[in-house]
């Protein structure tokens, strides 16, 4: 299982200083050091803190879904828990991240197409770190912040080949509509169809219409009252040595995760180097 381990995009893109070259901040927006780092500056957005943040890469899905968000802790006293959880309350903020890539026409190279991470939520870090003030964000506000640096990375020859009258500002308003994410609360259900079929991040209603970029997110709560009266009641009815199930965890509470559009997926999609499903209904 290889894991890589890195800081957020925002440090990354620090290093690009005001009088740098376009070119240069394109290629920190698209380079595998800037995917690398999608996921890290995805805590910082959906939680509006600038924490530091250790994001792990997981090459393989199945190492991706067994993997946890840190850190994660019992914060809350009342439904009680009847059993003794696993609790690791002093790992640094971690998030987790996988990327599935996709294939352009030709065939003989990929691109980053859909990014999966494993956050922490607002409500879980107030509870942990006193006067932090930290503020939930939705999935979209990350995919609205990818959608603009990849707008404003778009040379002359592929603004002019996106289907819009106007300039860079025009893309936005006319090429692009920004969907609310779909939100589950079973990690069951956010997994479905990865990692062969993933959630379309991206689709339009009909050909030649505005691109969707819609994301999909799991939200669980940091003391899930009705997951916690389900568990203490399986607790107590399992033989000895039988784990509970995964969502019994505190590893599992508190979290927000996020299935995101890759920069260079948006990119290719708007100037048409790559397609996207046709969904009228949408997903």
Request: hydrophobic fraction near 40%; proline fraction near 9%.
């Amino acid at each position: 299982m290889k894991k890589i381990v890195v800081t957020g995009l925002s440090a990354a893109l620090a290093l690009v200083s005001a009088s740098a070259s376009a070119g240069l901040a394109r290629g920190h927006l698209y380079s595998t050091a800037a995917v690398n780092a999608i996921c890290g500056d995805a805590q910082q957005i959906v939680t509006s803190t600038s924490l530091d943040v250790n994001n792990v890469i997981q090459s393989e899905w199945n190492a991706f879904v067994q993997s946890d968000a840190a850190p994660y802790s019992v914060v809350g006293f009342f439904p009680p828990l009847s059993y003794t959880p696993e609790q690791a309350p002093n790992l640094p903020l971690t998030s987790q991240q996988h990327v599935i890539y996709g294939l352009y026409g030709t065939g003989n190279r990929d691109y980053p197409q859909v990014v999966s991470c494993k956050m922490k939520n607002a409500a879980y870090l107030n509870a942990t770190i006193p006067g932090l003030g930290a503020v939930d964000q939705a999935c979209s506000a990350v995919t609205q912040e990818i959608v603009d640096n990849v707008v404003a990375s778009l040379t002359n020859p592929e603004v002019a080949s996106v289907v819009v009258d106007g300039d860079k500002e025009d893309i936005i308003d006319d090429a692009v509509q920004f969907d609310a994410d779909q939100v589950d609360t079973a990690g069951f259900a956010w997994t479905a169809g990865f990692p062969d079929h993933p959630y379309p991040v991206l689709y339009r209603t009909e050909v030649g219409g505005p691109l969707h970029v819609k994301a999909s997110a799991l939200i669980v709560e940091p003391h899930p009252a009705g997951a916690i009266f389900a568990c203490n009641g399986i607790a107590g009815s399992l033989p000895p040595g039988v784990p509970l199930p995964s969502f019994c965890q505190p590893r599992k509470w508190g979290v927000r995760y996020c299935h995101l559009p890759a920069p260079e997926y948006v990119r290719a999609a708007l100037t048409g180097e790559v397609e996207v499903p046709v969904l009228p209904t949408g997903p």
